[in-house]
């Protein structure tokens, strides 16, 4: 059974620095790629962020240059680097894989940037 479990959300003021991670298991982690996503209240739900198996990164534009996704396969476990972090970044936010077909979630965690 695939598992994705997300961590490392919290309250922080504008300028600071948070790193999530996200676990995953019943995988075979090294061949996956992941995304992160993350939703507002009131809005959809956007990606932030993917990391290929080889490797590949690729960002949405508003986090370009402030956050970094990368992946340990050792660990099974992806993460989000997010510095100079703004209010318009207070998300849920999730980590994302597909399966076989199947895409698969955790449950999410929460982040607040107080301006």
């Known amino acids: 059974q695939v598992q994705l479990v997300e961590s490392g959300g919290d309250l922080v003021q504008a300028g600071g620095s948070l790193r999530l991670s996200c676990a995953a298991s019943g995988i075979i982690f090294s061949i996956s790629a992941v995304g992160w996503y993350r939703q507002a209240p009131g809005k959809q739900r956007e990606l932030v962020a993917t990391?290929?198996?080889?490797?590949?990164?690729n960002y949405v534009d508003s986090v370009k240059g402030r956050f970094t996704i990368s992946r340990d396969n050792a660990k099974n476990t992806v993460y989000l680097q997010m510095n100079s972090l703004k209010p318009e970044d207070t998300a849920v936010y999730y980590c994302?894989?597909?399966?076989?077909?199947?895409?698969?979630w955790g449950q999410g965690t929460q982040v607040t940037v107080s301006s």
């Open positions: 990391v290929a198996s080889g490797g590949r990164l």
């Open positions: 994302n894989t597909v399966e076989r077909g199947v895409s698969y």
